[in-house]
T-cell receptor
Framework: DGGITQSPKYLFRKEGQNVTLSCEQNLNHDAMYWYRQDPGQGLRLIYY???????QKGDIAEGYSVSREKKESFPLTVTSAQKNPTAFYLC?????????????FGPGTRLTVT | AQSVAQPEDQVNVAEGNPLTVKCTYSVSGNPYLFWYVQYPNRGLQFLLK??????LVKGSYGFEAEFNKSQTSFHLKKPSALVSDSALYFCAVRFPSGGYNKLIFGAGTRLAVHP
């Protein structure tokens, strides 16, 4: 089965702790993305990567970090510097190139920080 | 500034009636347009996209969307709504400059289909 997996589905952390969200894809896509979803605000881009060992900040990168050591994996770390980390986090991937490709989304991780 | 608007927070429709979920965009040039659907606590599922050509695009689950360049709109439609269509719908726009596949999403519209 091809797709994107995110783990865990629910994550609880205390304020001041860093936490890493997992995202794995077996679609052989070059590009991967992390979004944050808050009620009534749609999806906002945190980071994206178009190729292994390269990634770029999105619109709301402050307080987050990523790595892209393997094509299949794009973990997101929510650091203690993120002022309001409680949210639903979505990972996506897509092919790259000259075509117009839709993004494929994982099931999401709901992070609650108290 | 480039933006996407979904003017309705919620749309209520009776089962069997036609439905429309609205989307407008603000951009210079010709954008690529997408519709996604999200069920509770799930990721987004792709429904359809407009790249070029015929203004009426057909997608998954009986949905279609009409691109109107003069009104800068891309409304999602379905001739006969099902209760199972109840979900959160997102319009997204990709601007064609550069090779980066960046999508800008609208805030979402909740569709409620009543039996």
């Amino acid at each position: 089965d091809g797709g994107i997996t995110q783990s865990p589905k629910y994550l609880f952390r205390k304020e001041g702790q860093n936490v890493t969200l997992s995202c794995e894809q077996n679609l052989n896509h070059d590009a991967m993305y992390w979004y944050r979803q808050d009620p009534g605000q749609g999806l906002r881009l945190i980071y994206y990567s178009q190729i292994v060992n390269d990634f770029q900040k999105g619109d709301i990168a402050e307080g987050y970090s990523v790595s892209r050591e393997k094509k299949e994996s794009f973990p997101l770390t929510v650091t203690s510097a993120q002022k309001n980390p409680t949210a639903f986090y979505l990972c996506a991937s897509s092919p790259t190139g000259t075509g117009v490709y839709e993004q494929y989304f994982g099931p999401g991780t709901r992070l609650t920080v108290t | 500034a480039q933006s996407v608007a979904q003017p309705e927070d919620q749309v209520n429709v009776a089962e069997g009636n036609p439905l429309t979920v609205k989307c407008t965009y603000s951009v210079s040039g010709n954008p690529y347009l997408f519709w996604y659907v999200q069920y509770p606590n799930r990721g987004l599922q792709f429904l359809l996209k407009y790249i070029t050509g015929d203004n009426l695009v057909k997608g998954s689950y009986g949905f279609e969307a009409e691109f109107n360049k003069s009104q800068t709109s891309f409304h999602l439609k379905k001739p006969s709504a099902l209760v199972s269509d109840s979900a959160l719908y997102f319009c997204a726009v990709r601007f064609p400059s550069g090779g980066y596949n960046k999508l800008i999403f609208g805030a979402g519209t909740r569709l409620a289909v009543h039996p």
